[in-house]
């Protein structure tokens, strides 16, 4: 079988092939832009594929979506994207079928079959990158909610001020993920006498209040213990209201 896989997210999209039908290897990696562009971008790296005549392709990407038409309607992190019916997009060109699932509920779906989450039968996955996403495997299944996007626990307000995320200030997304932690970056920056050599990066992101933190730069370590706090404060929330055997997480929490 011919299966290839497309990732769709605010910053990153990358394509990936079953090879030998057990192993996962990713092909193409590159910045999202604008929907054309981007969409132009996976067009031409499947072509690359040489894909046979009935390829099936599995394409994640987040929410909210209409999962069973194939369309992405409008996730807050790719802007432009509104009632894109993207599994025609790719059946349009190269043939065969595609489905389209909400990111978390895919990368949840995995780890519980292939990953950190063997075994179990109660499971929570959150990805972290450009936002904050949830996967629920309940009752050893996956547990999508009525419309596809059961567990936004990113849109859960842990305080009633902080960084943006979800439209919502000092929610889960805007503590955690990477985008918000570039955001809280910012909060504290505004609120320091001092300006660390860091924070001339344009744009300031996740991964450079990381890497300054390694370093011990104080400000920087400020900002991922108050998103460790934070991420906490949101594991606790969901253990109490689900009660899982496991959390995986993925996203750039393990970087």
């Known amino acids: 079988m011919n299966v290839i896989g497309i990732d769709i997210g605010g910053t990153k999209c990358a394509v990936s092939r079953l090879v030998d039908g057990r192993r996962v290897e990713e092909t193409h990696r590159f910045p999202t832009r604008g929907r054309d562009d981007t969409l132009d971008a996976l067009r ?9 005549s009935a ?5 994640s990407c987040g929410g909210p979506l209409d999962a069973a038409r194939g369309v992405i309607l409008s996730p807050p ?11 025609r997009f790719f059946t349009t060109h190269f043939g065969g079928t595609a489905v389209l699932m909400n990111d978390a509920n ?18 929570i996955f959150l990805t972290a990158g450009t936002g904050l996403g949830t996967g629920l495997i309940l009752n050893g299944d996956l547990y999508e909610g009525i419309t596809g996007e059961a567990g936004e626990a990113g849109h859960v307000r842990l305080s009633s001020s ?3 995320g979800f439209g919502k200030a000092g929610s889960f997304e805007g503590f955690c993920s ?5 955001r809280l970056a910012e909060i504290i920056l505004r609120e320091s006498s001092s300006r660390p050599e860091w924070a001339s990066a344009q744009p300031v992101s996740a991964r450079v209040v990381a890497a300054a933190a390694a370093a011990g730069d104080s400000l920087a370590l400020a900002v991922m213990t108050e998103s460790g706090r934070r991420l906490g404060e949101g594991l606790a929330i969901l253990i109490d209201l689900l009660n899982p055997e496991r959390i995986v997480i993925g996203g750039i929490f393990p970087r």
């Open 44 to 52: 031409r790296a499947v072509a690359s594929l040489r894909p046979h």
């Open 178 to 182: 990477g985008g918000g932690i570039a």
């Open 77 to 87: 992190n790719l802007p432009g994207w509104e009632d894109t019916h993207i599994t």
């Open 162 to 164: 902080g960084p943006v």
């Open 106 to 123: 895919a990368c949840a779906l995995a780890e519980w079959r292939f990953g950190a989450g063997r075994g179990t039968r109660h499971m």
């Open 55 to 59: 390829p099936v392709f599995g394409i």
